[in-house]
């Protein structure tokens, strides 16, 4: 099925992202040639940025709760404030850890809101739209490489259970970031069950072993892969609630 | 950091594996030239079959408990009560679904107890002590391969929030697994903080990609990752209960 095996490689030289920065463009020039099939893997911050998704913490005025909750954890007020305007509902908020719901559905620290890797003084919130961010990205990048290709655009997220932090994919374009085996069979003929597989999450943490954290390596290509077709989107992979029994 | 980039390509050839079988033969018989830095990522099934963690159905009477569990919801009261054995704790019940804490500690479906891929009549356990089996398979390889590797036992999990499974590690041998940039600094030479990225689930999760669940690949070998040194064990990627918001 992957007759040639998979190769992932970071792409060098792609700038520090400032807003209105045509992303399209850097991640060309630094794309080389590209062997279909493809995936482009894009840090979440590197999105962000270049679509303006930036708060100086400067404007923000923090409300009673935030002011609260920030003075009783340690924490910078103006970000707590931001955190709360992102999230849809806050998850779990106790010991210092803010677990939201995005007003995207995705349940991760801080609604996705970081300082890290931020300008001084602002902070990085999630895109807009990601799966609509994978779409442009997807669009441009088809017509500077002349190439069909599938674009994720990744985040790093911690989970339950398990300790570390790991890359999903939470935008997506150009490939079903599921693949459903329920219906076909195991080596003894049984139907298999309950098989439905995130690749696209899957393909976001092996991109992550080339991006790093502190490389300035924002995208990854993954060429080999035969992903499963389709338009695809990143919000497909939330689980809807009332079949979370961890929510 | 990975400057060649990484290349992932499942392991053919490898026929379905039996109790007592030679896995190490198997899988060195079927790696061809391998270069290093490898990671060889064996999925949990094979390894627990070669181990003869299988337990014939027939053999097992069930609980009244099991008994009631399985009738309300359709399921085979002999598998029920094997999950209960495995399980160290009950996480949910409900919806006909079981997540179970093994005896290891890792939270899935079912405490890892599955009857696909498994002979007619059996179902599967997961290893006894994964990492003993990492910790084995290393030393196997190394002495046909004549390299230093790194071996990781993977397995498929669910998780909360997020729909379909992903590949992770329950045992690890040759590597840190957690990597830990805390105290390092961001392109604005600001300190990185909660940044510990799960690698090891990352490389499992890669190599899922080659695998697939009906592919009859159970070995991946992933070439050119430099790994971060260690003797690892998957056991350190249980988040400790304290420190867990969701159990």
Redesign the interface.
Known sequence: ??PQ??????LRGIP?VSPGDDLVGLIAASSGTVQPPAVFVVAQKAVSKAEGRLVPLESVVPSGKAEAWAARHGKDARLVEVVFREARRIV?M?KG?L?AETSHG??C?NAGVD??????GYVILLPADPDASARRLKAGLEARLSEPLAVIVSD?FG??????????AIGVSGLS??ID?RG?????G?E????????A???A??A???M?????IPVAVIEG?RYPPGEGSGS????PREQ????
């Open positions: 099925m992957q095996g998979i190769r992932i490689r970071g520090e779990r106790e850890v677990i995705w349940i620290a300082s890290s890797n931020a300008p001084p790093t989970r339950p259970w398990r300790l570390g932090l790991a890359n999903v970031p599921l085996y076909q069979r195991d080596s003894y049984r298999l069950r309950s098989t439905v597989l995130a690749v999450d899957e393909l943490a092996a992550e072993l080339v790093g954290k502190n490389l300035g892969y497909s992979l939330i689980r979370d029994l961890f929510r």
